[in-house]
């Protein structure tokens, strides 16, 4: 089935983009477009209130924002591995690697150091700056986290940013990352608390942010977004960006993604969500978390060149770029250089960008 796209083809793309470069009258909002607002609070309520503004003015703020903090033509690229697939005792319902759920993914015991570091070679070789190492469990146990640990040190070598997706983390395992020079440490909200029992009932929303707490004390950077799509009302869309915006500090990169339907899981029949309501997701995190990165990550392959445009034009300024994400799939790095090339934009690992 071929997923709906706003836009039907070049012109009417390139006519839309002409018409936000005209804007230039001065929009006037109840918080003022100001680096005070890094870490202000914001209520649901206010948030919705984002999400409802006429879409030419949301992502007109959203742009002033983006530029006030970013070069809005550069992107940062990480890829993704898992290192460990199949058999998480989690229920998550859109998640394909969970027991609960019969979806084929074969289980398979944790990758060896050699072919995670030549992972992470190709991955550097084709301009990832960044290199996220996720295992399917719902928490690591000692021996685990041995193995992860020298697959840090061993990636860091290779002079590439380190990110992990580990599930749960006790204050030892966060130190051993800690030790190891992780940078990055992603543990998704997924949802908002309102909602989050309808997706998960194996863990409590306070455990997730009690594991982003004990990262976020031992100094490790934190990678923390949410799933969009999976049935939530705009309140509780709001609400997600809510609790991540309302993090102390916020995250440093936040990953928004777009709900991958998979067959055996609960949430496959879920209904499609509007590719224009996932680019005022973007544009709202732009906004609240206006010093982030926020990143596109699963979804990307259901989307058009146009939509991903329009998300690049709302504030995002990372995405994963592979053609795999854990185990299900992510555009071609052929047709990602080209759209980046389309649009003028560059990686942070491009030679110019590095002077």
């Avoid at 996220?132 to 020298?150: F, H, I, K, L, T």
Wanted: with cysteine.
């Amino acid at each position: 089935m071929t997923r709906y796209s706003p836009f039907a083809d070049d012109d009417a793309f390139t006519n839309l983009l002409s018409f936000f470069a005209m804007q230039t009258q001065t929009v006037h909002f109840a918080r003022p477009v100001s680096s005070e607002l890094d870490y202000a609070r914001w209520n649901v309520a206010e948030v919705e209130k984002l999400f409802k503004l006429p879409f030419a003015d949301l992502l007109y703020r959203a742009q002033q924002v983006h530029r006030e903090h970013f070069d809005p033509n550069a992107v940062q690229l990480s890829t993704l591995l898992s290192i460990k697939s199949g058999g998480c005792s989690e229920d998550c319902g859109y998640c394909p690697q969970s027991a609960f759920h019969s979806t084929g993914v074969e289980n398979k015991k944790m990758l060896d150091l050699k072919t995670v570091v030549q992972a992470a070679r190709v991955a550097q070789q084709n301009g990832a700056g960044r290199f996220c190492m996720g295992a399917a469990w719902r928490e690591p146990n000692d021996q685990d986290m041995q193995s992860v640990v020298e697959m840090v040190k061993a990636v860091r070598e290779l002079g590439m940013e380190t990110c992990a997706t580990l599930g749960m983390l006790n204050e030892a395992h966060v130190e051993q990352l800690r030790e190891a020079g992780l940078d990055y440490y992603n543990h998704n909200l997924d949802t908002a608390p309102e909602f989050y029992g309808e997706i998960i009932t194996t863990r409590d929303y306070q455990d997730r942010l009690d594991t982003l707490g004990r990262v976020r004390d031992a100094g490790i950077n934190v990678c923390s977004g949410g799933i969009v799509g999976m049935g939530e009302s705009l309140t509780q869309r709001a609400g997600l960006i809510a609790q991540l915006a309302n993090l102390n500090p916020y995250p440093e990169s936040v990953p928004i993604n777009n709900l991958v339907k998979v067959e055996g899981t609960p949430l496959e029949s879920t209904e499609e969500l509007d590719p224009l309501d996932f680019v005022r997701t973007i544009a709202v995190a732009r906004i609240t978390m206006p010093k982030a990165r926020v990143r596109l990550s699963a979804g990307r392959q259901q989307m058009s060149d146009a939509v991903q445009a329009l998300c690049f034009l709302a504030g995002a300024n990372s995405m994963f770029y592979g053609e795999q994400l854990l185990t299900t799939g992510n555009p071609e790095m052929e047709r990602d250089r080209a759209l980046l090339d389309k649009l003028g934009m560059h990686s942070l690992t491009d030679k110019h960008e590095q002077n």
